[in-house]
C-alpha cells in the first residue's frame, strides 16, 4: 500500500457513492470494497468503478480487517447505525452529510471515536475546498478585519413527491439537513465560536418537513449569520461574509473554486481562486486520509459537531422530531 493510500470501504450505490468511487480512483487508484445489498447494483457498481470486492452486508464488510475507512452513503437516517458499528469495528469513519440527524447521535459517536483513537469526518465539500482554506485564513490573518456578518442563501426546487426521500420525515427528509447543514457550515467556518443564540422559523409541507425556514444566529464574539433555506424555490448558492474593512462574497459555496473581496474605504475588488470544483471528493479524500495518516484528525471535528449542535437547536425550536428519534 503506498504511503498516502488507504483502504476504503463504501456503503451504499446511490449517485453520491458514484461520485466517490470516481474520486478514490483518481486519488488512489482503486476502491477497495462497497456494500450492496441489491446483487444486480453491486455488480453493475464492481464493474463501473473496478470495486475490488462487493460485500452483501455491512457486517461483511466490518469484519474485514484490511478496510480502514468507511464511507457512508445511505440516507440521514441510517447514518448513525452505520457509523457507531464501523467504529467499533476499528474503523475510520468519513460520512456524507449531514453526519448524523441530531447531536446525540454524533456525540456517542465522537466518545466511541475518542476511545479508540479513530477518526470522524463527514462529506461538508466546503469544509475540504482550497479555496476555503486560503479564505480562512485571509480572515483569521485580520486584514479585513473582524466579521460582523455573514448571510448565505440556499435554494433548490424540489419537485413534490411524497416517496422521495427529501419530502420524507422517515428518512429525516426536508431542507435543513440537506442544504442547511452546508449553509451552517459556512457559517461556522468563519465564526470565531459557536452560536450561543439561535432564533428561526419555518414553514413546512404535507409530509411534516421543512420546506423553508429563517434562520439568524449569534455567538459570544457577537459575530451574526443569516441564513434562508427552501427546497422549493430556486435562489442563489451565496455566502458573503462582511467584516469592518471588507467582503468576501462567495457563489456556488458548496464546491466553490472562486471568490471575490471588495475592499471597504476603496471598493477595490481583487479575486481569490484555488483549486477545482470538480474535484471537490478528490479534496475530501486527501484531507481524510491525511487525518488519519498523520493524526490531523480533530481537524474540522469541532466544526461538524457545532454544526450538529446548532441544527438541533434549529429543530428543537420547530417541535421537529423525526418518527425514529
Given amino acids: 500500500m503506498a504511503e498516502n493510500k488507504l483502504n476504503w470501504g463504501i456503503v451504499g450505490t446511490g449517485w453520491i457513492a458514484h461520485e466517490m468511487a470516481a474520486a ?57 447505525e452505520i457509523m457507531k458499528m464501523a467504529l467499533l469495528a476499528g474503523k475510520h469513519v468519513f460520512s456524507e452529510k449531514s453526519v448524523t440527524v441530531n447531536d446525540r447521535q454524533l456525540e456517542e459517536c465522537v466518545a466511541i471515536a475518542k476511545e479508540k483513537g479513530l477518526v470522524i469526518c463527514d462529506g461538508v465539500t466546503l469544509l475540504h475546498m482550497p479555496l476555503f482554506k486560503e479564505l480562512g485564513r485571509i480572515v483569521k490573518s485580520g486584514e479585513l478585519g473582524p466579521v460582523r456578518m455573514i448571510q448565505l442563501n440556499f435554494g433548490s426546487f424540489k419537485e413534490f413527491d411524497v416517496n422521495n426521500r427529501f419530502f420524507s420525515k422517515q428518512l429525516a427528509g426536508g431542507a435543513l439537513l440537506d442544504i442547511g447543514v452546508y449553509a451552517t457550515s459556512f457559517a461556522r467556518f468563519f465564526m470565531q465560536s459557536a452560536p450561543n443564540v439561535v432564533l428561526t422559523t419555518a414553514n413546512f409541507l404535507e409530509t411534516g418537513v421543512d420546506e423553508t425556514s429563517g434562520i439568524i444566529l449569534k455567538n459570544r464574539e457577537g459575530e451574526m449569520a443569516v441564513m434562508s433555506l427552501t427546497l422549493r424555490a430556486k435562489q442563489p448558492k451565496r455566502g458573503i461574509v462582511a467584516c469592518e474593512k471588507g467582503y468576501i462574497e462567495v457563489m456556488e459555496y458548496p464546491r466553490a473554486a472562486k471568490a471575490t473581496i471588495t475592499m471597504t474605504e476603496t471598493g477595490e475588488v481583487r479575486t481569490i481562486e484555488a483549486g477545482e470544483s470538480d474535484r471537490a471528493l478528490q479534496y475530501e479524500v486527501m484531507d481524510m486520509q491525511d487525518y488519519v495518516l498523520n493524526g490531523t484528525g480533530d481537524a474540522n471535528l469541532q466544526i461538524i459537531r457545532d454544526v450538529m449542535a446548532t441544527l438541533t437547536a434549529v429543530r428543537s425550536q420547530w417541535g421537529m422530531v423525526y418518527p425514529f428519534e
Fill in 24 to 80: 478514490l480512483n483518481a486519488v488512489n487508484g482503486e476502491v477497495y470494497a462497497a456494500v450492496a445489498i441489491d446483487a444486480k447494483a453491486g455488480e453493475d457498481f464492481q464493474r463501473e468503478f473496478g470495486v475490488g470486492r462487493i460485500y452483501a452486508s455491512n457486517e461483511e464488510l466490518m469484519a474485514d480487517p484490511n478496510v480502514d475507512i468507511v464511507y457512508v452513503a445511505t440516507p440521514h437516517t441510517f447514518h448513525y
